[in-house]
């Protein structure tokens, strides 16, 4: 098992930044994929971003690319989520997820990751 938790939301207002973190536990030499997924109330699950664990491979969606960066410290395990320019429509809980599976590529459909974090709330006011 992969316990995953999150840290860092809060209210930001619109324009300004949040650096999200997500620590890893348990097995987690298991996991080839680490990222973000986000949640509006009323909204599906959305991919917003991840990486390859063992390699240099991102993948954002369109919506934050530019914007938002991901990165990872091995060491630490531990994923980041650097979100600049944050616009209103970003509002919503942010879930890390890392994917229990052989590499074989960034999923971005949220069924293909297998382990979850409890989410942390980003609030950006206009």
């Known amino acids: 098992q992969v316990q995953l938790v999150e840290s860092g939301g809060g209210l930001v207002q619109a324009g300004g930044s949040l650096r999200l973190s997500c620590a890893a536990s348990?097995?987690?030499?298991?996991?080839?994929?680490r990222g973000w997924f986000r949640q509006a109330p009323g909204k599906e699950r959305e991919f917003v971003a991840a990486?390859?664990?063992?390699?240099?491979?991102?993948h954002y969606a369109d919506s934050v690319k530019g914007r938002f960066t991901i990165s990872r410290d091995n060491a630490k395990n531990t994923v980041y989520l650097q979100m600049n320019s944050l616009k209103p429509e970003d509002t919503a809980v942010y879930y890390c997820?890392?994917?229990?599976?052989?590499?074989?590529?960034?999923?971005?459909?949220?069924?293909?990751?297998?382990?979850w974090g409890q989410g942390t709330q980003v609030t950006v006011s206009s």
């Open positions: 348990g097995r987690t030499f298991s996991t080839s994929v």
């Open positions: 997820a890392a994917d229990g599976r052989l590499w074989a590529g960034i999923p971005v459909e949220h069924y293909n990751y297998d382990y």
């Open positions: 990486l390859s664990w063992s390699g240099g491979s991102t």
